[in-house]
């Protein structure tokens, strides 16, 4: 689909311009948890993606994973990143009643991180990395900081090139 801008010359026709919806899934569940909301939204403009996801977990029944040591992915996303930069994304995020703070809820944590940043990991996958004031590394967050934990949100939005 293309749309014009700034005028109907050919030299302003974009050719590549695509929005749609995704469905965020969360890996690694033992359980099916209630969701209150479950959205993600994309906005495709020739090799640029940027998508905005939602997840807001109903306390009733909470995410339960396999593995509490893996790392917290979500899968779904529009497009394949194409594995440009250290996570292969840029963008951000927000969330209420998480318990990802801490050593123990990052794969290289420290009790000081105090960040909570979107990235891309295996081109196809939606990690949440955290950093600190006082260490030189991000790690990236792990399923014990989202595991039957409250009835928490997380809503992110985050750019990324693809080859598609």
Known sequence: MGIYIGGTSSSNYLDDYEEGSWTPSIDGLSNTPQYYNKLGKYTKIGNQVKVHGFIQINGATKPQFSSLTAVFKISGLPFTCNGEGYFG???NCKWAQLDWRGNDKGDYGHNQDTVLQPGITNSTKTIFNTCGPAV????????????????????????YKTNS
């Open 89 to 91: 994304a840029v963008g």
């Open 136 to 159: 030189y590394y991000c790690a990236q967050s792990i399923n014990r900081a989202f595991h039957d934990n409250y009835a928490w949100w997380i809503d992110w939005e985050m750019w």
